[in-house]
């Protein structure tokens, strides 16, 4: 299984990578470049709208539009330069930022916090305490924290067939399955699943249709892994990057599973010899995503 770069974005934190069946495009962010991508794959049109302040996750709205977070706001996004807030999370911890949010089966935007890692100019910021929280925001702009959990890195959203919903917390290297109280949408009984993967550290994820779920191992890791519900490791793919960072199931049968990476603390001249950091890559790996759910 090859993976292979298919547009060289040289983003600096490639992030929240998302398939639109209805434009038929990828979306995603770069969180540090301040930018907004969208790239048609089969085609290779590419739009990027710039953004004033650092997006770090979208999802898709049912009414056509998008949702977007950025450091401290959630806002509503219509596929112009314009963002109408919808929501402020964690306003009273001012060293917090937002990070990965994906719209999850109940039409709701569940999002993490973590404390920022980077300054107003983009540049790295050492992480000192576990700060982030999981969140679930509605299309009412109400905003709910779902679990008590404390995490350094807030990563990886996905809900699988079992009800359960599967997180990660990248400092930690380890992934969590979790209970959903179908009442309160509150998380429960949490367990560890993946606890010290030895290549790299877990970034974002996507389910196939087989109910697997594909993780990103970034820091280094190089390479996607396939695991079960239950956190056994099926599959691990290279990669040609070394910090591979979110992904997506799209295109045709949605049958190609696409991947962001980043070029964040990679030093100069290790970028000079391996320009597709920071890249869009694909790879066919013989099995169909599932369709993205939708906010609202």
């Not at 709205?61 to 963002?83: E, H, M, P, S």
């Not at 960072?245 to 696409?258: A, P, Q, R």
Request: charged letters at 25%; one cysteine or more; proline letters at 4%.
């Amino acid at each position: 299984m090859t993976a292979d770069l298919i547009f060289a974005a040289a983003n600096v934190v490639g992030e929240s990578l998302i398939w639109d069946d209805d434009r038929k495009r990828l979306l995603w962010v770069d969180i540090i470049g301040k930018f907004i991508h969208a790239l048609d794959p089969k085609t290779f049109d590419h739009q990027r709208w710039e953004t004033d302040d650092f997006a770090t996750s979208l999802g898709l709205r049912r009414d056509g539009g998008a949702v977007v977070a950025f450091t401290k706001k959630i806002c509503l996004w219509n596929y112009d330069n314009q963002f109408y807030p919808l929501a402020t999370v964690e306003p009273e911890l001012s060293e917090n930022r937002l990070n990965e949010g994906v719209i999850g089966p109940d039409g709701a935007f569940w999002v993490g916090t973590m404390q920022n890692n980077f300054a107003a100019d983009g540049n790295p910021v050492e992480i000192t305490k576990n700060t982030g929280r999981l969140y679930r925001c509605k299309a009412d702009g109400s905003v709910n924290s779902i679990s008590e959990d404390l995490f350094g890195i807030t990563n990886t959203l996905i809900w699988t067939n079992t009800g359960h919903l599967i997180t990660a917390d990248t400092l930690k290297n380890e992934l969590y399955r979790y209970d959903i109280d179908p009442a309160t949408t509150q998380l429960t009984d949490r367990r560890k699943i993946v606890s010290g993967f030895e290549r790299g550290l877990p970034d974002g994820s996507a389910m196939d249709a087989d109910g697997y779920i594909w993780n990103c191992r970034v820091a280094g890791g190089g390479c996607i892994m396939r695991i079960d519900p239950e956190g056994k490791v099926d599959q691990v793919i290279e990669l040609p990057c070394s910090c591979p960072t979110s992904c997506t199931f799209g295109g045709e049968d949605l049958s190609t599973l696409y991947i962001t990476s980043a070029r964040f603390t990679i030093d100069h001249e290790y970028l000079r010899a391996n320009p597709q950091e920071g890249g869009l890559f694909a790879i066919k790996p013989g099995v169909s995503g599932l369709l993205e759910h939708r906010f609202g």
